[in-house]
């Protein structure tokens, strides 16, 4: 009996003995598995298989996949700008993923049992830094494929003729605000996905671009374009013998009053205008100088012959020319005229010259002399001395009856200058020239040979000047 207690005792020893070393030998392989810095078999972190993995191994394999989509912008539905997460500033921030990994790790050690035999499905957050500076400029406009191009209002235009609306045109630039907003919220969003995401493209909206402020249908412009039509093609050239004004669209747009889409001509402007040729062109009781024969310089206050516009006249046509927006070529509107003029030049070399002291006369035409002769001029008293200045001959009669109070004399040829005073043919005289108009001379006249009046009379038109002077 006491060798088989002992022999019980001694397989009792053998068993604990045993027990203790397969305890021991179990702590010893937990303790080394605890303390490996791997990841079980069977264990995955946000789905990836990361058995026998340090923390380090699945930081770096998390990093790269989670770091490696990139984002294509397109614009018209072309390729614009490829970027990836790093060129648009955003990074894994590892060190707060490898703590979350970490985390994993302790909570695998500390179910070290149930780790072993079941393995471990973790989810981390994978997080990321954003670097601002970065991301503004790798995301902007001028990066795109295609040049930025401005936007360009429609506008009014004028080819010389008339007034056409020259459309406007849709450029592609934008806000570069509105495309980082557009671009950083689609991004933040991939970013905080729980697993990695493949390549992403977005589509730049149309919305984004700056649109023409004015287009081809705005209505005020449109309006002011009908209006302009109204007049732009009035053109209105007052010859003054060769010389011409000429009033076009650059002066008369300056005259129009636009209100509602209606224009009105502002007359003032229109007489102040032509009061200014009036001022300039008008001859008539206007000082001169005329030259004579010899090279003398005959000076007169005023001039009874000469140009001068009929202003209001001509201010009522020049509206209406204006308001037909047609060119229009002719004289002004005169009150009275004068035979020619080329510019303020109203003599043009045609005009009868008369001396009184000289007893003598000169007629040109076209600066030539035609026909030069002694004559009678009035006898200087009892008012019957011949009139000095510059006078128009309205017309010319043949033959014609002068009467005056107590006498009455026939002549062929007459033709008149200044309050019954003219010239004619005298064919009672047998004499010109000398002294004979101090003792005989007529009542205001100016005696011509016969033969002398024929010639000036078929020679000279009606409103030509005659120069008397002492």
Known sequence: MKKKGKGLKIAVAVVLCLAAAGLGALGYYLYRQANSGLFFEETSVNGYDVSGMTCKEVLMLLERDYSAPKLELREKGEPALTLTLAEMGYTVDQMELLDNIQDCMREQNIRLLFSLMDGNEFEVTVPFDYDEAVFQGAVASARLAQPRVASVDAKMEFNGSEYYIEPETYGNEMDD?????????????????????????????????????????????????????????????????????????????TWLDIEDGTATLNEEAVYNYVYALAARYDTLYHAREFTAHDGRTISYESSDYGYQMDRDAEAAQLISDICSNTEVEREPVYAVKGYRREGKD???????????????????????????????????????????????????????????????????????????????????????GGNIYQTNGSHGCVNLPGDVAQRIYENMPERFPIFLYK
């Open 177 to 253: 605000a509105d495309l980082r907003v557009f671009v950083k919220d689609f991004v933040d969003h991939l970013t905080a996905e729980a697993r990695p995401q493949a390549d992403a493209s977005l589509d730049i909206p149309e919305s984004f671009y700056f649109v023409p402020a004015v287009t081809q249908d705005d209505a005020e412009m449109n309006s002011l374009m009908n209006v302009y039509n109204s007049f732009c093609k009035a053109k209105v050239s007052l010859t003054f013998g060769q010389k011409k004004e000429t009033l076009d669209w650059s002066t008369i747009q």
């Open 346 to 432: 109203d003599i043009c070399g045609n005009y009868v010259e008369v001396s009184l002291s000289q007893q003598h006369l000169w007629f040109y035409l076209d600066g030539a002399l035609i026909v030069e002769s002694d004559i009678v001029s009035g006898l200087p008293k009892d008012e019957r001395e011949t009139a000095t200045g510059v006078f128009c001959i309205p017309y010319k009669k043949s033959p014609e009856v002068l009467k005056g109070d107590t006498w009455e004399e026939k002549v062929t040829y007459w033709m008149p200058f200044y309050n019954g005073q003219g010239l004619h043919d005298a064919p009672w005289r047998g004499a010109f």
